[in-house]
């Protein structure tokens, strides 16, 4: 019995000398992949206003032409439109959440063909249609039954991205 728990004490010291080094070093090739992966793919480049970032991946070719195309090239980028508004923890997660999933897809060829808008991001292309136009809007909703918002991209989900 006696030899049986110095047996287990002297494997549980042994698990433990490697256990650190080597969790330390996988955490360190996860890290240093990151950082890798955030630099080769320009990944500052998204935490700006230039409409250009967006057309980096090949994947957005097709809307950032519709964008250049259309009459929102003017007054606004792909932030104004696709980045919450006056809150910048609220922007920094949008940011983290969409770079973490464009980069996933991007790194494992998972686009599909026809590009969909995600609920989450729907709401946020909403709240900034509000927030440039929420006189017009306003207006609308007055026509409407009492309690019955309106969906912008419902009617205009071609707006931004004309083709």
Known sequence: MAANLSTRATL??????????????????????SFFT??????????????????????MNDQFTAWSNGGHR???????????????V????????NGFWHSLKFTFGAYPQNIKIREKNREV?????????????????MSRPHGEGVSCLQCHSEVGHER
């Open 38 to 59: 955030f630099g080769y793919a320009n990944g500052s480049a998204y935490f700006g206003k230039d409409p250009q970032a967006c057309a980096q991946c090949h994947s």
């Open 74 to 88: 003017h007054v606004a980028t792909c932030q104004d439109c696709h980045a919450p508004h006056d809150d910048p």
């Open 125 to 141: 292309v909403q709240e900034a249609c509000l927030y440039c136009h929420k006189e017009v809007v306003s207006r609308t909703e």
């Open 12 to 33: 549980a010291r042994r698990v433990r000398r490697w256990f650190l080094p080597i969790v330390g070093v996988l955490v360190g090739v996860l890290v240093g992949l």
């Open 90 to 97: 609220a922007w920094a997660l949008d940011e983290a959440d």
